[in-house]
């Protein structure tokens, strides 16, 4: 599903990824550990297409990413991954139901669907009936459901996620954690940084980044 | 992204900052408001000037300005100014750039005329210059209640008028019942006359009421005698009766106007020899070269006269160049307004322009999204300036109405809000704030995702 060659980045003159190399099978949930700094993001935006400027090879689910144009690449976004942050990136002044089908208005999706669609994906993370609040009347969990929910709105092959749950309390990063695991036991494949051992403990594979290197 | 979708992110975009939109509104429809007010100011004025005052679209050849006339004239073997001959006038009428050509003539011998009792409450007397007109010029005009016709009546004999038939007159030096000489005149000395001698005299001014009531009026005339002078010719002087049929821009500036036939037959009785023609009215076809027109006249020795058409035309034009650059530099200042407001916008959204590229938006949604903003800016912007331009002009020419004193060819309106206009000053605005939007739009297209999200 994944296959990273010997790939580089540096901001600046300063070496970020140092020839790293990766696979990641279909249906794993892999989990990138490391300190800050050490390049676990940007390993992760360089998996999801939204960053084309590093060394080396990167093919995800079947696609040179180096090699797809713009439109292509947004295309790749929109429908074979899904993206989740640490922040959420919940859009303010659209409620629950808009930041979940705003994927949809870049999908060429009829209007029918969209509204489906996001009720649909709503309803699998459990807050169908918040779904015409706005974000700044969601607690940290229910904001990080509809980001899952929105990453979820296209049936994606594949969940990038960026620290999913640094910004929650214990117990409901637990529950977010729990969420993981039942979209990876549906088929959905899953790679997650993050720095939590218990967000680790549910993975079926642990990497490790050290300075740009993986350790194991 | 489908249509559906870029309205339905503008509509949620625009609508959580209405403060920033309705500036940038604001700001567009003052200049798009002042630009479409001047642009209806100068084509009203326009359409008043080139359409009553001096009509285009017509090129009156005369004879030549230029041949050398007098003694000089005399021993250098030029005869004066070269006579408009009836060939010429049909040379000139074949010319491919000619719609319809007019012949003219002008009563070469003096004349006077009175009357106007019945509408004026007394006579007016004057000195009479009267010109002949081809009654085609008038075909497309609506007259009454005679025809302008040379129609000269059914002669029968006569020693009074009760023996001629209904609507003649017997003249007593011919003896012969004749039906009233058909006349026009022409929207100028309708002015003319509102504007000095109703004034100075206290008759009352012809408006539209009176203007319908002049038609059938008749009055006299006496040919070959005036209040200043006498005809050279032996003839006596002679009596006629003459019929204003209405007022016509195709009428002669300020003569009166008679059928051309008249004028040709009075001219052989009083003025013999005198020139055939006087001028060749031609109106020009739509589109065609009024400049290879106007050398081919120029070519056969004519000249065109002078109607000021041009120079007014040009005036018009001037002014209103000048009005549009000071509005052009308004709608400029607020596109530069709505320039800087977007690069702002978009350095205040890019970690949500990051979002939108991490889910799926291409980098021509992003910069589609920007443009389709300034689009709306630029269409409301637009909509609520020509509608302030209409209001303005409204209530201009409403005070004008009221409190502006009559004079000539005063305008029920000095505006003129064409379709053309219209969609001239809409596309304006909405192509301003588009530009405004351009450079931002296409800072927020390239915008690299992961530098976005990161901001």
């Given at each position: 599903?994944?296959?990273?060659?010997?790939?580089?980045?540096?901001?600046?003159?300063?070496?970020?990824?140092?020839?790293?190399?990766?696979?990641?099978?279909?249906?794993?949930?892999?989990?990138?550990?490391?300190?800050?700094?050490?390049?676990?993001?940007?390993?992760?935006?360089?998996?999801?297409?939204?960053?084309?400027r590093?060394?080396?090879?990167?093919?995800?689910?079947?696609?040179?990413?180096?090699?797809?144009?713009?439109?292509a690449?947004?295309?790749?976004?929109?429908r074979?991954?899904?993206?989740?942050?640490?922040?959420?990136?919940?859009?303010?002044?659209?409620?629950?139901?808009?930041?979940?089908?705003?994927?949809?208005?870049?999908?060429?999706?009829?209007?029918?669907?969209?509204?489906?669609?996001?009720?649909?994906?709503?309803?699998?993370?459990?807050?169908?009936?918040?779904?015409?609040?706005?974000?700044?009347?969601l607690?940290?969990?229910?904001?990080?459901?509809?980001?899952?929910?929105?990453?979820?709105?296209?049936?994606?092959?594949?969940?990038?996620?960026d620290?999913?749950?640094?910004?929650?309390?214990?117990?409901?990063?637990?529950?977010?954690?729990?969420?993981?695991?039942?979209?990876?036991?549906?088929?959905?494949?899953?790679?997650?940084?993050?720095?939590?051992?218990?967000?680790?403990?549910?993975?079926?594979?642990?990497?490790?980044?050290?300075?740009?290197?993986?350790a194991? | 992204?489908?249509?559906?979708?870029?309205?339905?992110?503008?509509?949620?975009?625009?609508?959580?900052?209405?403060?920033?939109?309705?500036?940038?509104?604001?700001?567009?429809?003052?200049?798009?408001?002042?630009?479409?007010f001047?642009?209806?100011?100068?084509?009203?004025?326009?359409?008043?000037?080139?359409?009553?005052?001096?009509?285009?679209?017509?090129?009156?050849?005369?004879?030549?300005?230029s041949?050398?006339?007098?003694?000089?004239?005399?021993?250098?073997?030029?005869s004066?100014?070269?006579?408009?001959?009836?060939?010429?006038?049909?040379?000139?009428?074949?010319?491919?750039?000619?719609?319809?050509?007019?012949?003219?003539?002008?009563?070469?011998f003096?004349?006077?005329a009175?009357?106007?009792?019945?509408?004026?409450?007394?006579?007016?007397?004057?000195?009479?210059?009267?010109?002949?007109?081809?009654?085609?010029?008038?075909?497309?005009?609506?007259?009454?209640?005679?025809?302008?016709?040379?129609?000269?009546?059914?002669?029968?004999?006569c020693?009074?008028?009760?023996?001629?038939?209904?609507?003649?007159?017997?003249?007593w030096?011919?003896?012969?019942?004749?039906r009233?000489?058909?006349?026009?005149?022409?929207?100028?000395?309708?002015?003319?006359?509102?504007?000095?001698?109703?004034?100075?005299?206290?008759?009352?001014?012809?408006?539209?009421?009176?203007?319908?009531r002049?038609?059938?009026?008749?009055?006299?005339?006496?040919?070959?005698?005036?209040?200043?002078?006498?005809?050279?010719?032996?003839?006596?002087?002679h009596?006629?009766?003459?019929?204003?049929v209405?007022?016509?821009?195709?009428?002669?500036?300020?003569?009166?106007?008679?059928?051309?036939?008249?004028?040709?037959?009075?001219?052989?009785?009083?003025?013999?020899?005198?020139?055939?023609?006087?001028?060749?009215?031609?109106?020009?076809?739509?589109?065609?070269?009024?400049?290879?027109?106007?050398?081919?006249?120029?070519?056969?020795?004519?000249?065109?006269?002078?109607?000021?058409?041009?120079?007014?035309?040009?005036?018009?034009?001037?002014?209103?160049?000048?009005?549009?650059?000071?509005?052009?530099?308004?709608?400029?200042?607020?596109?530069?307004?709505?320039?800087?407001?977007?690069?702002?916008t978009?350095?205040?959204?890019?970690?949500?322009?990051?979002?939108?590229?991490?889910?799926?938006?291409?980098?021509?949604?992003?910069?589609?999204?920007?443009?389709?903003?300034?689009?709306?800016?630029?269409l409301?912007?637009?909509?609520?300036?020509?509608?302030t331009?209409?209001?303005?002009?409204?209530?201009?020419?409403?005070?004008?109405?009221?409190?502006?004193?009559?004079?000539?060819?005063?305008?029920?309106?000095?505006?003129?809000?064409?379709?053309?206009?219209?969609?001239l000053?809409?596309?304006?605005?909405?192509?301003?704030?588009?530009?405004?939007?351009?450079?931002?739009?296409?800072?927020?297209?390239?915008?690299?995702?992961?530098?976005?999200?990161?901001?």
């Open positions: 599903m994944i296959r990273l060659e010997s790939v580089e980045k540096r901001y600046d003159s300063q070496p970020v990824l140092r020839g790293v190399s990766l696979s990641v099978e279909a249906g794993e949930l892999l989990s990138l550990v490391g300190r800050s700094g050490s390049g676990k993001s940007t390993l992760l935006h360089i998996m999801g297409g939204l960053d084309r590093y060394a080396g090879k990167a093919s995800v689910l079947g696609h040179d990413l180096h090699a797809l144009e713009d439109a690449l947004a295309r790749f976004r929109n074979e991954v899904g993206f989740i942050f640490q922040s959420f990136n919940l859009l303010d002044h659209l409620t629950a139901r808009e930041n979940v089908a705003l994927p949809s208005y870049f999908a060429d999706a009829a209007a029918a669907d969209v509204a489906r669609r996001a009720a649909e994906a709503l309803d699998r993370v459990g807050i169908g009936d918040k779904a015409d609040a706005r974000p700044s009347a607690s940290g969990g229910q904001k990080q459901r509809v980001a899952i929910a929105r990453a979820l709105v296209h049936q994606p092959k594949l969940l990038l996620c620290e999913p749950t640094g910004n929650l309390d214990s117990d409901t990063g637990q529950q977010i954690i729990e969420l993981f695991r039942t979209l990876n036991k549906d088929g959905l494949t899953l790679v997650i940084v993050t720095h939590e051992e218990r967000v680790s403990s549910v993975a079926s594979r642990v990497l490790r980044l050290v300075d740009g290197r993986l194991s | 992204m489908r249509s559906r979708a870029l309205v339905a992110l503008v509509r949620q975009n625009l609508s959580r900052s209405r403060r920033s939109f309705a500036l940038s509104v604001f700001g567009i429809s003052v200049g798009i408001a002042s630009l479409a001047f642009l209806a100011l100068s084509a009203g004025v326009r359409q008043v000037v080139l359409g009553k005052v001096f009509p285009i679209g017509q090129l009156e050849v005369v004879p030549s300005r041949s050398v006339e007098g003694p000089i004239g005399l021993f250098s073997g030029f004066g100014p070269k006579p408009l001959t009836e060939e010429a006038a049909r040379t000139l009428s074949s010319r491919p750039e000619v719609k319809a050509a007019f012949r003219r003539v002008k009563m070469a003096p004349a006077r009175w009357g106007g009792q019945e509408i004026l409450g007394k006579n007016f007397y004057t000195e009479l210059v009267a010109e002949g007109v081809d009654p085609a010029a008038m075909a497309d005009e609506s007259l009454g209640p005679e025809a302008f016709a040379d129609n000269l009546g059914s002669h029968n004999r020693n009074a008028d009760a023996e001629c038939a209904s609507g003649e007159y017997c003249p030096d011919t003896h012969a019942c004749e009233p000489v058909p006349a026009v005149i022409s929207p100028f000395i309708v002015e003319l006359y509102n504007g000095t001698l109703a004034t100075q005299t206290g008759l009352p001014k012809i408006g539209k009421f009176l203007a319908g002049l038609r059938g009026i008749v009055f006299n005339i006496e040919l070959g005698r005036s209040f200043i002078g006498a005809s050279k010719s032996s003839v006596e002087p009596q006629r009766k003459v019929m204003l209405g007022i016509s821009p195709h009428a002669a500036q300020l003569a009166l106007t008679v059928p051309l036939g008249y004028v040709q037959a009075w001219n052989r009785q009083y003025a013999p020899g005198s020139p055939p023609l006087s001028s060749l009215v031609l109106e020009v076809k739509e589109g065609a070269s009024v400049t290879s027109l106007t050398a081919a006249v120029r070519g056969m020795g004519y000249d065109i006269a002078d109607s000021g058409a041009e120079r007014a035309g040009l005036a018009i034009t001037l002014v209103t160049l000048l009005f549009a650059l000071v509005s052009f530099a308004m709608v400029s200042i607020a596109a530069i307004n709505i320039a800087h407001s977007f690069f702002r978009v350095a205040e959204r890019r970690r949500e322009l990051g979002v939108m590229r991490s889910i799926g938006a291409s980098s021509s949604d992003v910069r589609r999204l920007v443009l389709a903003e300034a689009a709306v800016i630029g409301c912007g637009g909509v609520i300036g020509l509608v331009a209409r209001l303005f002009a409204f209530v201009i020419d409403a005070a004008s109405r009221r409190w502006v004193p009559d004079f000539p060819f005063k305008p029920d309106t000095y505006f003129s809000f064409g379709w053309t206009l219209l969609a000053a809409l596309g304006c605005s909405i192509l301003a704030c588009m530009l405004g939007a351009f450079w931002p739009a296409r800072a927020a297209a390239r915008l690299e995702p992961t530098e976005a999200l990161t901001s």
